[in-house]
């Protein structure tokens, strides 16, 4: 029986999901990227070829920021934006979703759904402010793992109120709210608030969040998260059980209506890739032009934005 | 100075006036030379001879502006105020000249005329071309007279009509006839829409999704009647023919959803962007607005661009 690989290049972690004809998630892997994406994605293709064997692949997609190099580096059948990928899962998983509300590492997005149809989205723009990595950094700040984050934040009695705008504003007056004696509960639970309302006025302005909601993204995990939204908002959120790999899902999903697939083998995760970077210098745009090298042969070329670097590639 | 070198930043109203300003002063016998197309390099020298609280489009612009002053004997920065009445630039680009000097310590004569309806009615275009006429040595009144000549040309020649002179630069972007793919209109203010570094090549992205992008100069009265929808008469010049853009591409059965290109500091885009899509948008059309500034990444439009098209496509039904 053939199967379908999903691969989500984030920002900050790397998602690979194998799924049945049926999307019947049916191995997953969701590891740090550690600003090494290729590196991610080979360990993750071997630690699935060790625990499911050489299984047939009928088709791959790819999705996150990352997606086009994934294609490059494992070769991809489709290749879509976080947006449709996430999209996607949720309506396979909930039909009659309405609402996604989906929290990265470092950008956040909330997609309107009306009878299994995008109606409209937005996401966040530069400022990653409310999105997993400032939630890390402050608990990195405050000695607490990330995982913890979610518990004490329930345990709060009277969460602080902290300015969630903007992290470096966020954590001046965290600091300001510890000194005047906020115990850590409270200053989690504050935070939680902080980020809730940061994405709410920033994606959920003059948008309507209507029931069913699905909350996914790796932010899903918290749970602080989740009863601040819930309290923001008056309505129930849903955490599906497999919240962090829901963009990967997606693009498997949207894979198995492939014919002939391009992957290029499990192979992949032994090549000996590596990437360089150079500026080419023939127009004032200097463009940063990234290449993948299979040992000494460049197997892909991206960044140019006239496309003739793009176009060499063996 | 008898034949002096002319330059024009590529920027703002550029992509408005351009062909009239450049016969204008070759007309005038003068040699006209306009900057190049923002490419990396302009933007950066824009960057740092700008302050942070101006917009992308103003910082682009004096970018152009430095790699442009060397080569001129005068630059040709005009002050345009009003178009019409009752119509007014935003005060960004009214202060251009003011903010281009304060920003450079060595710059060649700035030629500022003014432009301004609102004050001088049908002797704008006097007004406006008198200094420049006195900076050439030239009679103010065959200055004058060979302005309006171009401007009636292909309008009126009143003052007014100077506003619809503009044209619109270097796109192919009508509404093709009977056309299967997906059609989306696509408003902003020219100088940020035609501006291909500053818009990421939009138009050539969209079209090699498989959509066709389509842009327009709204007329006169599909301007009266977009005004008569919202409930105050927008006063501020482009951005009055962003709304009606939006308006026509709205009512169109043959376009399919409508991009609204904004640059993040703009003040006049928040409040016409807020009234599209409120006011406008009754058929509730997919809309979308895509807000440019220098740390936007060329990854983050596509990925709202390529999900745009999939949700009108309906992807996910």
Redesign the interface.
């Known amino acids: 029986m053939k199967a379908f690989l999903g691969i989500d290049v984030g920002s900050v972690t790397t998602k690979v999901v194998l799924i049945d004809q049926f999307g019947t998630v049916l191995w997953n892997s969701y590891r740090k990227t550690q600003g090494q994406p290729i590196r991610a994605l080979q360990s993750a293709c071997a630690a699935l070829r060790q625990d499911m064997g050489d299984v047939e692949i009928g088709g791959v997609g790819t999705t996150g ?1 990352g997606r086009k190099l994934a294609d490059h580096v494992v070769g991809a059948d489709t290749v ?5 990928a996430h ?2 899962s949720a ?1 396979h998983l909930v039909p009659n979703v309405r609402t996604i509300v989906e929290i990265g590492g470092q950008d956040s997005k909330l997609i309107l ?1 009306r ?7 937005s ?1 966040n ?2 400022c990653a402010a409310g999105t997993g990595s400032f939630l890390e950094h402050q608990a990195t700040r405050l000695g607490i793992s990330i995982g913890e984050l979610g518990s004490y934040a329930l345990a709060a009695s009277s969460p602080a109120r902290i300015a969630g705008r903007c992290t470096v504003f966020a954590e001046s007056d965290m600091i300001h709210k510890q000194q005047m004696g906020h115990n850590l509960e409270d200053i989690v639970a504050g935070l939680c608030d902080a980020l809730v309302r940061n994405y709410l006025n920033n994606l959920a302005r ?1 948008k309507e969040i209507s029931e069913p909601v699905i909350f996914q993204g790796g932010v899903a995990a918290n749970p602080g998260i989740k009863a601040s939204f819930e309290r923001e908002t008056g309505k129930e959120f849903i955490v599906p059980p497999h919240y962090p790999i829901m963009g990967a899902v997606g693009v498997a999903l949207l894979a198995r209506d492939t014919r002939c697939t391009r992957f290029r083998g499990w192979s992949v995760a032994e090549q000996q890739l590596s990437t360089s970077s150079f500026y080419c210098g023939d ?5 940063g032009v990234i290449e993948i090298n299979d040992c000494d042969r460049v197997i892909a070329r991206w960044g140019d ?1 006239c496309g003739k670097w793009g176009a060499q590639r063996e | 100075m008898k034949h002096p070198r002319i330059g024009i930043p590529r920027g703002l109203l550029f992509y408005s006036y351009a062909d009239l300003w450049m016969s204008f002063f070759r007309d005038l016998g003068c040699e006209v030379i306009a900057s ?1 197309e923002t ?4 933007l950066k020298e824009g960057l740092r001879h700008t302050v942070s609280d101006l917009c992308l489009p103003v910082k682009t612009f004096l970018g152009h502006v430095a790699v442009l002053k060397e080569d001129v004997d005068l630059l040709f920065i005009p002050r345009h105020v009003s178009m019409e009445q009752e119509s007014y630039m935003c005060p960004k680009m009214i202060g251009l000249p003011d903010v281009t000097r304060a920003c450079f310590a060595h710059l060649p004569q700035v030629l500022d005329p003014l432009f301004h309806v609102k004050q001088f009615g049908d002797k704008a275009a006097d007004e406006f071309t008198r200094p420049i006429a006195k900076a050439l040595s030239l009679s103010p009144v065959r200055t004058a007279e060979s302005f309006r000549k171009l401007m009636s040309e292909s309008f009126g020649g009143t003052a007014e009509r100077y506003r619809q002179a503009c044209s619109v630069l270097s796109e192919d972007t009508a509404v093709p006839p009977a056309s299967k793919k997906i059609c989306i209109g696509i408003i902003g203010r020219p100088y940020l829409l035609f501006d291909r ?1 500053l818009s990421k ?1 939009l138009f050539s992205f969209v079209r090699k999704l498989g959509a066709n992008p389509v842009s327009l100069r709204p007329a006169e009265t599909e301007i009266r009647e977009a005004m008569t929808i919202i409930p105050k008469w927008v006063y501020w010049d482009m951005g009055k023919e962003v709304v009606a853009s939006a308006h026509v591409f709205f009512k169109d059965d043959r376009i399919d959803g409508v991009i609204n290109v904004c640059s ?1 500091a703009c003040g006049p885009d928040s409040f016409t962007g807020d009234l599209i ?2 006011r406008l948008n009754q058929r509730n059309k ?1 809309y979308m607005t895509l ?1 440019i ?1 220098e ?6 439009i ?3 661009v ?2 745009f098209i ?2 009108i496509a ?4």
């Open positions: 920021s879509k934006n976080e947006i449709t999209a996607l309506i759904i009878n299994r149809v995008v109606t409209d989205f996401m723009t530069v003059g127009c004032p745009n200097s463009c934005s | 190049p490419n990396a390099e302009i570094y090549n993040a899509r409120k997919p807000s500034d740390h936007a990444s060329d990854a983050g596509q990925t709202r390529e999900a999939d949700m309906k992807v996910t039904a």
